[in-house]
């Protein structure tokens, strides 16, 4: 399944649209403000932010993926990257049994089958059964619906943490959508699906295949990474990065990913070892854009005291001698 589809894509770009309209009534209330308000996430630190430029969410791409590359050759970094490119070797050898095993497992309660949406203004927008409900937990619809809500709440509330996480939300989507895009076009390995269908075991590798070739048959091509499980990743990492006082967002967050990750290798559409580098790259981008707009300051009291000293001076005369004395106090 293409990660962008078209439908998708469009309405990216009018959710953009929408945006844009409503923020250009709100400027002519607020003017974008370069003071911090700051959100107290315990009692020794506090997170600040200043109100976001609406077309962050664009121009802070460009940056994502510079990071990102830096990310990966980052000494402090390499036992990650190292974890995920480790993982994937040793998975692809058991690809197949493990895939099979997915299927034999999710027949029977649901999760086998493809994917079904009902249409709404030509986007999949409302899944049909519990199987389709999950798949759309990665799917691009799902951090554009998150991000409206904070925006809402943002502009409402005038919150500039929340307008952050929206803004944060869909420029995840479109860096993790363009790296996945360009990993898949590199490496061209068939989905799950279509090497059953040809009895591939495992599926079969054609590295840089054809613009052409790619989309007139994307499932040949474009199983590895997952765009789906980076995209999850992403908008849970962006979540928990900026609110981390709601200690349920990581939990919850990463057992619906597990659900995902079932549900994909139940029905056929990637392998296991399509996951590995989809979640280290969807961590490292959520993690990036979160961290980047963050002031954090400390609240300890104690680190801030500052020690006064007040000195007294005092002359006196004991048994016909002169005493001098000094006080300090602290």
Same mark, same amino acid.
């Given at each position: 399944m293409q990660y962008f589809k078209k439908s998708s894509f469009g309405?990216?770009?009018?959710? =953009?649209?929408?945006?844009f309209v409503i923020d250009g009534f709100a400027q002519t209330k607020d003017s974008i403000s370069s003071e911090y308000q700051y959100f107290q996430i315990n009692e020794e630190l506090s997170y600040g932010y200043t109100k976001p430029k609406f077309f962050d969410m664009i121009t802070y791409v460009p940056r994502d993926l510079v990071d990102f590359g830096s990310f990966l050759i980052q000494k402090e970094n390499t036992i990650w990257v190292a974890g995920a490119v480790g993982a994937t070797v040793a998975l692809l050898p058991f690809d197949q049994k493990l895939l099979d095993n997915a299927h034999e497992i999710a027949e029977p309660i649901g999760l086998s089958e493809d994917v079904r949406y009902i249409r709404v203004f030509g986007v999949e927008m409302v #899944?049909?059964? =519990?199987? @389709? +409900?999950?798949?759309?937990? %990665?799917?691009?619809?799902? #951090?554009?619906l998150i991000s409206a809500g904070f925006y809402a709440s943002g502009l409402i509330s005038n919150d500039y943490r929340a307008l952050n996480t929206a803004s944060e939300l869909v420029e995840v989507l479109i860096s993790s959508g =363009? &790296? &996945?895009? *360009?990993? !898949?076009? *590199? &490496? @061209?390995?068939q989905s799950p699906s279509a090497a059953i269908a040809s %009895?591939?075991?495992? @599926?079969?590798?054609?590295?840089?295949?054809?613009? !052409? +070739?790619?989309q007139t048959n994307t499932p040949e091509y474009d199983a590895m990474p997952s765009g789906h499980l980076t995209t999850f990743m992403a908008t849970i990492t962006v979540l928990a990065t900026n609110y981390p006082e709601y200690k349920w967002i990581k939990p919850v967050g990463y &057992?619906?990913? @597990?659900a995902l990750a079932f549900e994909m290798m139940g029905s056929r559409v990637h392998w296991a070892s399509d996951y590995p580098f989809a979640i280290?790259?969807?961590? +490292?981008?959520g993690r990036q854009a979160a961290n980047r707009r963050i002031k954090k300051k400390t609240n300890n009291p104690m680190s801030e005291r500052k020690t006064k000293y007040q000195f007294n001076y005092s002359l006196s005369r004991f048994d016909n001698t002169n005493i001098a004395g000094v006080t300090i106090t602290f």
């Amino acid at each position: 399944m293409q990660y962008f589809k078209k439908s998708s894509f469009g309405y990216l770009l009018f959710f =953009i649209c929408v945006l844009f309209v409503i923020d250009g009534f709100a400027q002519t209330k607020d003017s974008i403000s370069s003071e911090y308000q700051y959100f107290q996430i315990n009692e020794e630190l506090s997170y600040g932010y200043t109100k976001p430029k609406f077309f962050d969410m664009i121009t802070y791409v460009p940056r994502d993926l510079v990071d990102f590359g830096s990310f990966l050759i980052q000494k402090e970094n390499t036992i990650w990257v190292a974890g995920a490119v480790g993982a994937t070797v040793a998975l692809l050898p058991f690809d197949q049994k493990l895939l099979d095993n997915a299927h034999e497992i999710a027949e029977p309660i649901g999760l086998s089958e493809d994917v079904r949406y009902i249409r709404v203004f030509g986007v999949e927008m409302v #899944p049909q059964d =519990i199987n @389709g +409900a999950i798949y759309y937990l %990665g799917y691009g619809m799902t #951090p554009l619906l998150i991000s409206a809500g904070f925006y809402a709440s943002g502009l409402i509330s005038n919150d500039y943490r929340a307008l952050n996480t929206a803004s944060e939300l869909v420029e995840v989507l479109i860096s993790s959508g =363009i &790296t &996945t895009q *360009v990993i !898949k076009r *590199v &490496t @061209g390995r068939q989905s799950p699906s279509a090497a059953i269908a040809s %009895g591939n075991d495992g @599926g079969h590798w054609t590295p840089f295949p054809s613009f !052409k +070739a790619y989309q007139t048959n994307t499932p040949e091509y474009d199983a590895m990474p997952s765009g789906h499980l980076t995209t999850f990743m992403a908008t849970i990492t962006v979540l928990a990065t900026n609110y981390p006082e709601y200690k349920w967002i990581k939990p919850v967050g990463y &057992t619906l990913m @597990g659900a995902l990750a079932f549900e994909m290798m139940g029905s056929r559409v990637h392998w296991a070892s399509d996951y590995p580098f989809a979640i280290l790259m969807g961590y +490292a981008i959520g993690r990036q854009a979160a961290n980047r707009r963050i002031k954090k300051k400390t609240n300890n009291p104690m680190s801030e005291r500052k020690t006064k000293y007040q000195f007294n001076y005092s002359l006196s005369r004991f048994d016909n001698t002169n005493i001098a004395g000094v006080t300090i106090t602290f």
